[in-house]
């Protein structure tokens, strides 16, 4: 492959196949039209649906075309929003649900073809009708690029130049559109129907032969089925581009990669991008690509630096906001006063100065979401509900796998076992490993929103005496009736490591997690204060240890009020001090090691005195 393949993203012909070859960027005629060097501006991407096709001006739109590819009439209608089939892929009428924003643009099922337009057609006539597609993600399916749906996916990554009208080309495009809808959807004997001049309509056609001459030399070899979709896609875009364009339409382009977007706030969008331009210069151009949807845009200057812009001076949340939700879960930013941090002014700020990020542009825009949250009552219940539906799940499994065994405990072995499973060890190892298998599954990579990152700030120590005195007043699980049947080996492991382990993942990593997305909560450099997620886990925590005391003897005659109430106030305590902690240090990890260390000073205690 030469360097211009290279550069214009094709591949070269070669004997898989035969006549898909890259077009030549010089000069080049077709009939009496002469072509010039055009910018390349459609790319293949690899992401996690696959490989898709995108436009560099319209980086909100993806391609994905998958030979074969149907969906059912009702799958169609139930798509998620932003949604468009071509041609054939959804096998029902063409539909426009506009509350949705799902399109099928069709001529095929459920059509009287003489009674309706080609699919490059409709979405023609959509486009000059005002359709616009900047305003969210898109995503494009079709089943094979001939020349009818080719040119459609033109249209929609071209719909905000097209929509201008402004264009020089804009008659030629008109004139490609029409004939090769005519062709496509009533027979190349029905051309003269266009009503075009002779010379008008020889010129159109040389030209849907030119852009044909890949798709009839593959299927003439018989590799039209091998060929790969989205290669052949992008270079009959482009060949489309240099037929409408000329040079100077693209003096205003500049070469922009969307890096990850986040919608914020009323229909307002967050955008990481890179170029090669300051965020000054590249503002017009991405006015013109996004919009009045645009909200913050952030430009990757180089590895790990970014620049924060606020392009709607009304929108009801700054800059500042988001400064502080980026502080907060960037793992190099320190809390020390004196530290490098994200800041700057409401409207432009930027990355810690001299110092990358590591934070990802996903996790950038993410930030900025959070950051224009306003969470109501019910959004919070509804977390806390789907929180305690995880700790049921959990629970009962570990339950399940500890009746499980102790019913079949005669194959096992000794008493010393015996009483070893009846103190709950495979109840709190099963504990565990559901925790962590839950985590790993809800979790979608976020483990800073579940504190699975290196502490922050060092203020949490502060809290320690107040842990280790929860931990004294039974705010804690120590089964104190096994300490003559464990030896230290065995105290070691389940006391100090196990039941710690198994109880701050479960209670102040995975439901703290789930209960603080959209809360406030504290941080190193905030003020100190009882956040919802930290009061509301520790509650939870506290009915989870007084089950544990309580739950034995629940049939005998010990249990007396008083207990259970000095029980569930030393559980909520301690549950309350560790979640300061937590929040503190923006980590589980010191939680994990104070819970062990009270519960160590504890043991040790009980076996001195």
Not at 112 to 118: D, I
Request: proline share 4%; with cysteine.
């Amino acid at each position: 492959m030469n360097s211009e393949q290279k550069k214009e993203g094709l591949s070269p012909s070669s004997p898989k196949h035969p006549g898909l070859t890259a077009a030549a960027n010089e000069r080049f005629k077709v009939g009496e039209t002469v072509f010039r060097r055009l910018p390349q501006r459609y790319i293949i991407n690899e992401s996690g649906d696959g490989r898709n096709l995108t436009c560099l001006e319209a980086p909100n739109i993806s391609v994905h075309v998958e030979a074969g590819l149907t969906v059912s009439a009702s799958t169609a209608h139930k798509s998620p929003p932003g949604t468009i089939y071509l041609d054939g892929v959804a096998a029902c009428e063409p539909f426009m649900d506009l509350e949705k924003q799902i399109y099928n643009f069709d001529h095929h099922e459920g059509c009287l073809r003489p009674f309706t337009l080609s699919t490059c057609e409709q979405v023609l006539i959509m486009i000059l009708k005002g359709l616009d597609l900047r305003g969210r993600d898109w995503r494009i399916f079709a089943n094979e690029p001939d020349l009818d749906t080719v040119l459609a996916i033109w249209l929609l990554f071209n719909h905000i130049r097209v929509g201008r009208k402004d264009s020089d080309g804009l008659r030629r495009l008109y004139a490609l559109v029409r004939l090769e809808g005519i062709i496509d959807a009533h027979g190349l004997e029905m051309a003269g129907l266009s009503a075009f001049s002779p010379d008008l309509l020889n010129k159109t056609k040389k030209l849907i032969d030119y852009l044909r001459a890949e798709e009839v030399n593959l299927k003439k070899n018989g590799v039209w089925e091998e060929t790969d979709y989205l290669e052949y896609t992008s270079l009959i875009l482009h060949k489309i581009d240099r037929i409408i364009y000329k040079s100077g339409d693209f003096d205003d382009f500049k070469e922009l990669k969307e890096l990850a977007r986040a919608e914020i706030s009323d229909h307002r969008i967050a955008v990481v991008v890179d170029a090669e331009l300051g965020i000054y210069e590249l503002e017009p151009y991405l006015n013109r690509i996004y919009g009045e949807n645009l909200g913050i845009a952030i430009l990757k200057k180089g590895e790990g630096i970014y620049t924060l812009r606020r392009m709607d001076p009304f929108m009801p949340v700054g800059l500042n906001n988001v400064y502080q939700k980026l502080n907060s879960i960037d793992p190099d930013v320190s809390c020390r006063k004196d530290s490098r941090q994200w800041g700057g002014s409401d409207d432009i700020g930027g990355s810690p100065r001299g110092m990358p990020t590591k934070l990802t542009p996903k996790e950038i825009v993410q930030a900025c979401h959070d950051a224009f949250q306003k969470t109501s009552f019910v959004y919070h219940t509804i977390r806390f509900f789907y929180g305690l539906y995880l700790l049921g799940i959990i629970l009962g499994a570990a339950f399940i796998c500890r009746f499980f065994v102790l019913s079949n405990l005669s194959i096992v072995g000794t008493d010393r076992i015996h009483l070893i499973f009846k103190s709950n060890l495979l109840f709190f190892v099963s504990l565990l490993f559901f925790t962590i298998l839950i985590l790993v599954i809800i979790s979608r990579e976020e483990w800073r929103q579940f504190g699975v990152r290196k502490p922050t700030g060092k203020d949490w120590w502060l809290i320690l005496p107040i842990v280790i005195l929860a931990a004294f007043a039974r705010g804690v699980y120590v089964p104190q009736r096994f300490f003559s049947i464990l030896g230290p080996g065995s105290i070691l492991i389940y006391m100090m490591v196990i039941i710690p382990l198994a109880s701050e993942l479960l209670f102040r990593c995975l439901v703290y997690g789930i209960l603080a997305k959209g809360a406030s909560t504290q941080n190193c450099r905030s003020g100190w204060f009882f956040s919802y997620p930290m009061v509301s886990s520790a509650f939870l925590y506290a009915a989870f240890i007084a089950y544990l005391e309580f739950f034995p003897n629940i049939q005998g005659d010990a249990l007396s009020l008083k207990a259970i109430f000095s029980c569930l106030f030393a559980a909520t305590a301690f549950g309350i001090a560790q979640g300061f902690v937590r929040e503190r240090s923006q980590s589980v990890f010191p939680g994990i090691l104070f819970h062990s260390a009270a519960v160590g000073i504890f043991v040790v205690w009980n076996f001195i005195y």
